[in-house]
């Protein structure tokens, strides 16, 4: 029973490039939520997405970042024009619809930007 | 604006003897909560849950401890091994709302000496 996938586990982008981060949850799971771990920090939630339907992005920033969970096919979280402080750790996470509070982590994606 | 407080930013315990994890929070709507362990480079590990409405909930080696009135919850270890050496995580949910977003403390660092 594999657990929640994410890839790349490591990215390096420039200033100005886009960042994909890919996350696949585990078997039977149809809530995928993102956090984001800056350096020195506890995670921070950023989006909560079911099939198709995004349900809280109330910690997603405004402009550059967007996410969707698509009928098929693993959860997106896209950074456009990433800048320095976007280098971060990002975890997804996953859960299933009966004990929606207890939510299963990747290993999570860290991203550094140049 | 910290909702979940970890205010021991490290803990060092002896092998075999209890190891006490405290968390404390301020919003009184929270109805789960949660701990998680995480390594270095790797995603949080769900522990142990409870709900607001208990106040005591074990599984194996962990026990967590409630206090509603006084907004406060830790996680007990015993005995501590050395493999319990990792960061922990506090979190809270507000299960049940629109958003099933979880709340993270700031994570206290554990080292179990030999």
């Known amino acids: 029973n594999a657990g929640v996938m994410q890839n790349p586990r490591h990215l390096v982008r420039r200033r100005g490039q886009e960042a994909r981060l890919r996350c696949s949850p585990m078997k039977g799971h149809s809530h995928v939520y993102w956090y984001r771990q800056l350096p020195e920090e506890g995670l921070k939630f950023m989006v909560y997405?079911?099939?198709?339907?995004?349900?809280?992005e109330s910690g997603m920033p405004k402009e550059r970042f967007s996410a969707e969970f698509p009928k098929e096919g693993p959860s997106i979280l896209r950074i456009q024009q990433v800048v320095r402080g976007d280098s971060a750790a990002y975890f997804c996470?996953?859960?299933?619809?009966?004990?929606?509070?207890?939510?299963?982590f990747g290993p999570g994606t860290r991203l550094t930007v140049t | 604006d910290q909702q979940v407080k970890q205010n021991s930013p490290s803990l060092s315990v002896q092998e075999g003897r209890i190891s006490i994890l405290n968390c404390d929070y301020t919003n009184s709507m929270f109805d789960y909560f949660l701990w998680y362990k995480k390594y270095p480079a790797e995603g949080p590990t769900f522990l142990i849950s409870?709900?607001?409405?208990?106040d005591k909930n074990e599984d194996g080696r962990f026990t967590v401890f409630l206090n509603k009135s006084a907004k406060h919850l830790s996680l007990h270890i015993v005995p501590s091994q050395p493999g319990d050496s990792a960061v922990y995580f506090c979190a809270a949910s507000l299960y049940g709302g629109a958003t099933n977003k979880l709340i993270f403390g700031t994570g206290t660092l554990l080292a179990v000496q030999p």
């Open positions: 997405l079911q099939k198709e339907n995004i349900i809280d």
């Open positions: 409870i709900s607001s409405i208990k």
């Open positions: 996470a996953s859960s299933p619809l009966q004990t929606a509070y207890e939510q299963y």
